[in-house]
């Protein structure tokens, strides 16, 4: 359907397709899921910088825990911090080479599982009173029974930084960083990585939002130390023809699309673009140019709601992860299947607040 035919509709049919709308991406949002939100920080190994918490109780989880953020990060050797509240006696999460690592029982608790490479990567740590779980990007890599809760000491949480470990900053970025005093299922953490959370949730601790040291849902507040900038992404005036890979939609919308056909860890493939490109959607292939597999669009809803609507449908059960990039206002939206059942359909009316 083109805009004009979809802008008739919508005034034929007012908020009714709206709110079907709605629910449709209510239903589907476990299947859709976000990329870091707002400003981040920056983090570099040769300079000190990183945000420091305060003790509290509340910091301390024993009958449940989630650690959870957005990171870009590199590990220059050694180890390096994303998270801690002091390694020796509580928890901490870093990325030691490529792999995520995480303590919940001080000194000798540490577990490693799931790849941190290859630029955004969404991680969560979880223990529910009997195992511990790593997830990356909403997919579990690793799984330890663990019957002891997390210790606890009166240390304060520091992003990017550890009491024990004091200077082993990662090089790189971290964003929107969550403590739960609950163990989150796979389904909430592929449901709740899809928005930014502001308002407070049942077991939700404390949500270190933007890159910045505010808990936006607590008391929590932190303080930055030392030099650490803040960044986003690049914006240009319009995103050009497009590429064999990368589709242009509203001369602003970049969307491309990463595949995988074995198990978290594999290799990646790269979507390409398939005949029949228009101005608000497209198609890409990923096994043959004859053989389609994702169908994107992208509409302008900013006169229903002020937003973009993010709308895809798909011939495949692979893994893939599909990247909607507005380079005017520098902001990316991503969204993942996970493998096994046929990809259901997205339907995002919220998907970017970047009107006009």
């Not at 959870?68 to 080479?97: F, H, L, Q, R």
């Not at 939206?333 to 359909?345: L, T």
């Amino acid at each position: 359907m083109n805009r004009r035919g979809f802008s008739s509709l919508l005034r034929g049919r007012g908020l009714g397709i709206l709110f079907a709308v709605l629910a449709l991406s209510t239903l589907f949002a476990a299947q859709a899921n976000a990329q870091p939100f707002g400003m981040w920080n920056v983090y570099n190994r040769a300079t000190v910088g990183y945000i420091e918490i305060p003790h509290n109780a509340a910091l301390n989880p024993t009958s449940g825990i989630t650690i959870e953020g957005w990171v870009n990060v590199t590990d220059p050797g050694g180890c390096s911090n994303i998270i801690g509240k002091g390694y020796t006696t509580a928890w901490w999460v870093g990325i030691c080479g490529t792999t995520l690592r995480s303590y919940l029982r001080g000194s000798g608790s540490f577990h490693d599982g799931g790849s941190l490479a290859g630029g955004w990567n969404h991680f969560a740590v979880t223990w529910n009173g009997s195992v511990r779980r790593h997830y990356i990007n909403g997919e579990q890599v690793g799984e330890w029974p663990e019957a002891s809760p997390p210790t606890t000491n009166t240390q304060p949480v520091r992003i990017g930084s550890d009491v024990n470990y004091a200077n082993n900053y990662p090089n790189g970025s971290i964003n929107e960083i969550r403590l739960w005093n609950v163990a989150r299922t796979v389904d909430q953490i592929r449901a709740n990585i899809n928005v930014p959370i502001t308002t407070a949730q049942t077991g939700l601790v404390a949500v270190w939002a933007a890159g910045g040291p505010a808990d936006v849902v607590g008391p929590y507040d932190g303080a930055r130390v030392g030099s650490l900038p803040a960044m986003t992404f690049p914006v240009a005036a319009n995103c050009g023809s497009g590429s064999a890979t990368s589709l242009c939609l509203n001369d602003r919308h970049a969307v491309s699309v990463r595949w995988r056909t074995d198990p978290p860890g594999g290799t990646l493939g790269t979507g390409q673009v398939a005949p029949l490109t228009t101005e608000e959607s497209g198609l890409f292939w990923f096994f043959g140019p004859n053989n389609w597999e994702v169908m994107v669009k992208v509409l302008n809803g900013c006169g229903l709601n002020d937003r973009w609507w993010v709308f895809t449908a798909a011939t495949t059960n692979v893994y893939y992860r599909l990247e909607v990039f507005d380079i005017r206002a520098g902001v990316n939206k991503v969204y993942f299947n996970y493998p096994g059942p046929p990809a259901p359909a997205v339907t995002d009316v919220s998907a970017l607040a970047t009107c006009p």
